[in-house]
């Protein structure tokens, strides 16, 4: 279950913030969302591997 979907509850975006209290990039030069659903994703693949699911 996510905890952390990257918007506040006004539903305005939160960012990731580096230790200079800096707004993250990511590869391309973009702000960098705060939320979780990457390790959401990666426990899914891994839960769908283990049962041997494929979709």
């Known amino acids: 279950m996510s905890e952390n979907s990257g918007k506040d509850n006004s539903g305005e975006e939160i960012y ?7 707004r ?7 702000l960098k969302q705060k939320h979780d659903l ?15 699911l494929s979709f």
């Open 16 to 22: 990731e913030i580096d230790k200079n209290g800096e």
């Open 24 to 30: 993250k990039l990511d590869e391309h030069g973009h």
């Open 38 to 52: 990457e390790k959401i994703a990666k426990a899914f693949e891994k839960w769908t591997k283990e049962n041997e």
